[in-house]
């Protein structure tokens, strides 16, 4: 019987996403007939060649006619105005970078360690969970905007709030939930590109979840920054089983 050709859809375009298709492209029985994601193409085809994890890509990446669509903030999908909705961000770190050219020989305003610094720029208020490395670029900027950018380290000597003092600190209604999964310790999520000790515990997350939905109208969500290991599947089950808790407690009253 002669080899039949897979054809795979990619949806989200991520680190997981951009790491199936370089596998997929020299495997011939493979064929990528779609990557859905609503970032920035040109931001995108970026991140295809350069990875701060996997490196450069040796293949050429270059990018032909229009996206089909933009996203120029998180505010797009359901008409609100930036003011109105908070971003709640769980992380070990700030990305509130101009852009990334302190350790990038090709210097991008859309580079991960920037995404915060843009949605500043939109005017989202955001409040950052779990912060326990700071560059001076970052730390600087945070404290010429503390109106607008609340901040609850983790650090050494930092003290744990209370969840509903986090939630408290929420002005607006409606909330995106933002989780690089680094923010939580690594010891329950390993398998992340730049993982620092000292993070979320646990359950904890799940409980801030569990109260962020139950307070607020949670308007959409991600998980990013796992970074699959080869010995280990804790992290990927990890990202699954947060995925499970945003989707369940969304809709927690219609499930019962």
């Not at 040796?58 to 990018?63: A, Q």
């Not at 991960?112 to 600087?140: C, D, W």
């Not at 939930?177 to 329950?188: A, E």
């Not at 990013?224 to 992290?235: A, C, F, G, H, N």
Request: aromatic fraction near 10%; hydrophobic fraction near 40%.
């Amino acid at each position: 019987m002669a080899n039949k050709t897979i054809k795979v859809g990619i949806n989200g375009f991520g680190r997981i996403g951009r790491a199936f298709l370089k596998i997929a492209w020299d495997k011939p029985e493979i064929e990528i007939v779609a990557v859905n994601d609503l970032g920035d193409v040109l931001n995108m085809a970026y991140l295809l060649k350069h990875d701060t994890v996997y490196r450069t890509w040796s293949h050429k990446v270059e990018t032909k006619g229009q996206p089909a669509r933009n996203a120029s903030s998180i505010a797009d999908a359901g008409g609100e105005k930036s003011k109105d909705i908070t971003i709640l961000q769980i992380d070990a770190h700030q990305d509130l970078r101009d852009d990334d050219r302190d350790y990038s020989n090709n210097p991008s305003k859309y580079a991960h360690s920037a995404v915060m610094r843009r949605a500043h720029e939109l005017g989202f208020p955001i409040v950052q969970v779990g912060i326990r490395t700071f560059s001076k670029y970052e730390y600087n900027f945070w404290q010429k905007n503390k109106n607008i950018i609340k901040v609850f380290p983790w650090t050494k000597n930092a003290k744990i709030p209370a969840i509903n003092e986090i939630v408290k600190s929420i002005k607006t209604k409606k909330v995106y939930l933002s989780l690089d999964v680094d923010g939580i310790d690594p010891s329950f999520m390993p398998g992340t590109g730049t993982p620092v000790q000292g993070g979320l515990e646990w359950n904890y997350t799940l409980n801030l979840i569990e109260k962020l939905f139950q307070a607020k109208d949670v308007i959409g969500a991600d998980i990013v920054e796992v970074s699959p290991q080869e010995s280990s599947v804790l992290t990927e089950y990890g990202a699954a089983q947060l995925c499970y808790a945003m989707i369940t407690n969304k809709f927690r009253k219609k499930l019962k």
